[in-house]
């Protein structure tokens, strides 16, 4: 285990792309005396909320799958398999995750196994976990009661509250 250091995802930047990092914008872009992304600092924050986008998914070539970059078959759907659509809706629409997840593991509380309408719950918080695809997945998500989600959130904030007042934090958060 390395001893240096890391900030959490939540607290992360990144230079800006729009005025590549100096806070001016480009000629002609509005009229804008700043860059509205990065209001002239030079630096976006990274919304931990939003899963990032698969390598080339943004390259669209005739016959690849945007999602995973394999070619694709079928006549009528040219950019994405069907698996790769209906994973693309998982990680992307919450609602349409806990409804899956409902269909799979039922209705039980997977902490008490009360019998209730659960609610989505990531086990490694976003805001902990680095940027990788593979924290809004199946394998980081569990149906917990409304009982059990307040219980495991009010841990998580403590957790965040933790490593923001810590300031740079070590790999000891990122337990799998």
């Known amino acids: 285990m390395s001893t240096t250091t890391a900030l959490p995802p939540c607290m992360e930047t990144e230079t800006c792309r729009r005025c590549g990092g100096d806070g ?14 990065c209001k002239g600092t030079g630096l ?8 990032p986008l698969p390598d080339g998914f943004n390259d669209r070539h005739h016959g690849i799958c945007r999602f995973c970059g394999e070619p694709t078959y079928e006549p009528r759907r ?4 069907k698996a790769c659509v209906e994973e693309y809706l998982f990680i ?7 409804l899956t997840l409902i269909r799979e593991r039922g209705r039980r509380c997977e902490k008490c196994g009360r019998d209730t309408y659960p609610e989505l719950d990531h086990i490694v918080p976003l805001a902990l976990a680095p940027r ?5 997945q199946r394998q980081n998500l569990q149906l917990l009661c409304h009982k059990c989600h307040v219980a495991k959130t009010t841990e998580d904030m403590r957790q965040i509250n933790e490593a923001k007042q810590v300031g740079p934090t070590t790999e000891s958060l990122f337990k799998e």
Do not use: M
């Open 132 to 136: 990788e695809l593979k924290y809004w």
């Open 92 to 98: 992307t629409n919450p609602e349409h995750a806990k």
């Open 78 to 81: 040219r950019y994405w398999h």
């Open 44 to 51: 976006v924050r990274i919304d931990y909320r939003k899963p």
């Open 24 to 37: 001016s914008t480009k000629a002609g872009f509005c009229g804008a005396r700043q860059c509205p992304k």
